[in-house]
C-alpha cells in the first residue's frame, strides 16, 4: 500500500513538474519565460534535432548556409536560365557542356547568398557532373560549387572531381582532384531562400568589403 501511494505521488510530482514546465516554456511571456524558451530551443536543436538528422543524412551538414556569391544568378530564381546561360556558354563550352545539359542540372538557377539547404551524404560513386558538392577545401568553411568534370583513376578506381562556382569565371587553385575524403555533402533542396541571412548579418563585418552585402552576377 505504501509503495502505491509513493508511485501516485512520484506520478503526481512529475505531473506538475512538467506543468509548469510546458507553461514556462511556450506560455509565459515574461522575460524569464523568454530565456527558457530559448534556451529549451537551443538544447532541443543542438542535442536531439541535429544528432538525428545526422544520422538520418548520413552528414556532420546536414544544414547549410549559403555564403557567398560564387553560386549566384541574375535574378535568381525569378530569372530567365535562357539569358543567363548566353552570358556564361562560353565558360562551360571549354568543359564540354552545353545548354540541354545545364538545363537539367540540380539548381539550375544557382544557389543565392543566405539560402538554407538540406544537405545529404555524396556518395563519390555516385556523383555526377552537374551535381553540386560541399568540400573541404582547406578555407574557413566547406565550399558549395558544381561539379564539371569527374576523373577516374584507370589503376585503383578511385574517382576525383572538378568544380566551378556558377558565378565565377575561373576555378580556385582547389577545386582540382577533389577527393571522396573530402566531400561533406550534397545539397538536395533549399530548406528557406535567403533566409540565412539572420545569422550571416552579424558576420558580414569581419568579410573583406568585396564579399559583402548582396550578390551581383561577376
Known amino acids: 500500500m505504501k509503495e502505491l501511494v509513493k508511485t501516485s505521488k512520484n506520478k503526481n510530482g512529475f505531473r506538475k ?25 537551443f538544447i532541443l536543436i543542438k542535442f536531439i534535432i541535429f544528432p538525428l538528422l545526422n544520422l538520418v543524412t548520413g552528414t556532420s551538414l546536414p544544414l547549410a548556409i549559403v555564403e557567398s556569391c560564387s553560386m549566384y544568378h541574375k535574378g535568381d530564381i525569378f530569372g530567365n ?7 556564361h556558354v562560353q565558360k562551360y ?5 552545353n545548354q540541354s545539359q545545364f538545363n537539367n ?7 543565392n547568398k543566405g539560402d538554407i539547404l538540406f ?4 556518395n563519390p560513386d555516385k556523383i555526377k557532373v552537374g551535381q553540386i558538392i560541399i568540400f573541404n577545401g582547406g578555407q574557413a568553411n566547406p565550399i558549395i560549387h558544381r561539379v564539371i568534370n569527374i576523373t577516374i583513376n584507370p589503376t585503383t ?3 576525383t572531381f572538378s568544380t566551378l562556382g556558377d ?13 571522396g575524403e573530402q566531400l561533406v555533402g550534397r545539397p538536395v533542396f533549399k530548406i528557406a531562400p535567403s533566409l540565412g541571412w539572420v545569422k550571416l548579418i552579424f558576420y558580414e563585418g569581419r568579410k573583406p568589403a568585396y564579399e559583402r552585402g548582396l550578390c551581383h552576377e561577376n
Open 119 to 122: 544537405i545529404v551524404k555524396a
Open 157 to 159: 578506381g578511385e574517382r
Open 17 to 41: 513538474f512538467w506543468e509548469k514546465f510546458w507553461w514556462a516554456v511556450w506560455k509565459d511571456d515574461s522575460f524569464k519565460g523568454w530565456i527558457i524558451s530559448l534556451l529549451f530551443l
Open 167 to 179: 558565378n565565377n569565371w575561373g576555378q580556385l587553385s582547389v577545386e582540382n582532384g577533389i577527393t
Open 93 to 97: 563550352n571549354q568543359y564540354d557542356i
Open 105 to 111: 542540372f540540380i539548381f539550375k538557377k544557382g544557389l
Open 81 to 87: 536560365f535562357d539569358n543567363w546561360y548566353s552570358r
